[in-house]
């Protein structure tokens, strides 16, 4: 981990510590609700990390980084640690006294990129996540996707009957962009399907 990026957790003990501890990230099995949690370096052996306590508590289902904050006991410091490190910010809802947090998703891919390149591929798209490729003066959305080392071009059908048109006139840049993308889909699909509902897509062709 980038040195710069080391966070630390101020204890709920008297007199409080310092520890260094690192992001653990994963996806509530029941929803898919964000998870996170801390983990510390191991007291007996300092190269190793294990489990220090869970951040998140998991409830009815939640938009995208978004999830309920425990502040309880040993995590009354909780709301500082994540405001001061730009880990999430609150946006007002309670629930049973458990405040939701908006979760930062360029600051957890910053801290935990593996683990969050796992559980976004379970997560619908973010409005970023989809640009737009001109053909033939029309503008057309394309999505890119990643499974494990492999990049994936996803669009609509729409393009998909375009392009051929232009392949039917001699156009060589469809047959280009054609090659390019490995899937066609609806609007819908490409908009709220996950990256993992769509690698499925592909693979199933």
């Not at 080391?6 to 003990?13: G, I, M, S, V």
């Not at 939701?100 to 957890?108: E, V």
């Not at 492999?150 to 009957?161: A, D, G, R």
Request: aromatic share 12%; hydrophobic share 35%.
């Amino acid at each position: 981990m980038n040195k710069s990026n080391t966070l630390y957790w101020r204890t709920a003990t008297d007199p409080a510590e310092r520890i260094e501890v690192r992001l653990a990230l994963n996806s509530y099995i029941d929803n898919d609700n964000l998870y996170v949690g801390l983990e510390s370096r191991s007291k007996e052996n300092p190269e190793c990390w294990e489990a220090y306590t869970d951040i998140t508590i998991n409830f009815n289902s939640l938009p995208p980084f978004h999830a309920y904050v425990d502040s309880r006991d040993y995590n009354r410091h909780v709301h500082d640690f994540l405001t001061n490190n730009r880990i999430a910010e609150p946006v007002g809802f309670e629930y049973h006294g458990f405040r939701m947090f908006r979760f930062n998703p360029d600051r957890l891919k910053e801290l935990a990129p593996e683990q969050f390149k796992t559980i976004s591929a379970k997560l619908p798209p973010q409005d970023d996540m989809i640009k737009e490729i001109v053909y033939r003066k029309e503008r057309y959305p394309i999505r890119t996707i990643y499974d494990d080392d492999e990049t994936f071009s996803v669009s609509t059908k729409e393009l998909e009957e375009s392009l051929i048109e232009g392949i039917g006139i001699q156009d060589t840049t469809a047959q280009k962009l054609l090659d390019g993308i490995c899937l066609f889909c609806s609007i819908q699909e490409l908009r709220y399907l996950t990256d993992a509902e769509l690698i499925e897509k592909i693979y199933e062709q």
